[in-house]
């Protein structure tokens, strides 16, 4: 579980016991319920990580629910849109091993996160992540109910392929941007696990992997 679950689930624990110990039944029940949620809400489960280094991992749990031809600084390619039912982890992780370099945070809206205006009207942090094989994007994008996106990464940082990143705060949305020449291998309506679903095979990765980061890639935890 991540600290927030803590932040989140240890004050209505906290007064559910003393509604409990004044027999305050109906009042203890909700707050301690309230209190299991966040704490299953802000679980953090170890994944694994794929070995083939073609791999583009999910950055996300949930439901695929976009696949879409989409231009990017101009260059061709296809953007990926995972739903995040509020049951889902919430963890984000890195799809594929390089460098941050960006962090861009942008103010917005916050409608629907299975509205399609979403990916450009609302709240959202935008990560771009320069890789062996080139640069690509992803978003962490509020919802109706998620009103924030929280990053645990910096503009300079190294990632490995599967490492966290960060997390969205209850139901949202998370977009990847892919070139062109990546083998989409899931469609919609499919579930995902985030670090350990592979949406995609990018051939280029791999020719272009030195020794190096390999080695860090399997020496590196889930």
Same mark, same amino acid.
């Given at each position: 579980?991540?600290?927030?679950?803590?932040?989140?689930? @240890? /004050? /209505?624990?906290?007064?559910? %016991?003393?509604? @409990?110990?004044?027999?305050?039944? *109906? !009042?203890?029940?909700?707050?301690?319920? *309230?209190?299991?949620?966040?704490f299953s809400?802000?679980?953090?489960?170890?994944?694994? $990580?794929? /070995?083939? =280094?073609?791999?583009?991992?999910?950055?996300? #749990?949930?439901?695929v629910?976009?696949i !879409?031809?989409? +231009?990017?600084?101009?260059?061709p390619?296809?953007?990926i849109?995972?739903?995040?039912?509020?049951?889902?982890v919430?963890?984000?992780?890195?799809?594929?091993?390089?460098? $941050? !370099?960006?962090?861009?945070?942008?103010?917005?809206?916050?409608?629907a996160?299975?509205?399609?205006?979403?990916?450009?009207?609302? +709240?959202?942090?935008?990560?771009? @992540?320069? =890789?062996?094989?080139g640069?690509? +994007?992803?978003?962490?994008?509020? %919802?109706?109910?998620? &009103?924030?996106?929280?990053?645990?990464k910096k503009?300079? +940082?190294?990632? *490995? &392929?599967?490492?966290?990143?960060?997390?969205?705060?209850?139901?949202?949305?998370?977009?990847?941007?892919l /070139?062109?020449?990546?083998e989409?291998?899931?469609?919609?309506? #499919?579930?995902?696990?985030?670090g350990?679903?592979?949406?995609?095979?990018?051939?280029?990765?791999?020719s272009?992997?030195?020794?190096?980061?390999?080695?860090a890639e399997?020496? &590196?935890s889930?």
């Amino acid at each position: 579980m991540v600290k927030e679950g803590y932040y989140f689930g @240890l /004050p /209505p624990l906290f007064f559910g %016991g003393i509604t @409990l110990a004044l027999h305050w039944w *109906i !009042t203890a029940a909700v707050l301690i319920a *309230i209190a299991a949620f966040c704490f299953s809400f802000f679980r953090d489960p170890d994944r694994a $990580i794929p /070995p083939d =280094t073609e791999a583009v991992v999910s950055p996300a #749990d949930g439901r695929v629910v976009v696949i !879409t031809d989409e +231009e990017n600084a101009g260059r061709p390619g296809t953007r990926i849109s995972i739903f995040l039912a509020i049951w889902n982890v919430h963890v984000n992780r890195t799809p594929l091993t390089g460098t $941050i !370099t960006q962090v861009k945070y942008l103010p917005g809206k916050f409608l629907a996160a299975w509205n399609p205006k979403a990916s450009t009207q609302n +709240e959202q942090n935008i990560f771009t @992540l320069a =890789t062996p094989g080139g640069e690509i +994007e992803f978003k962490q994008i509020a %919802g109706l109910i998620a &009103r924030r996106v929280v990053s645990w990464k910096k503009t300079g +940082e190294a990632v *490995i &392929r599967g490492e966290r990143i960060g997390l969205v705060r209850f139901g949202s949305r998370v977009d990847i941007w892919l /070139p062109k020449d990546a083998e989409i291998s899931v469609k919609v309506g #499919d579930s995902v696990h985030g670090g350990s679903s592979v949406l995609a095979r990018w051939a280029v990765q791999s020719s272009n992997f030195t020794s190096d980061v390999a080695l860090a890639e399997a020496g &590196r935890s889930a």
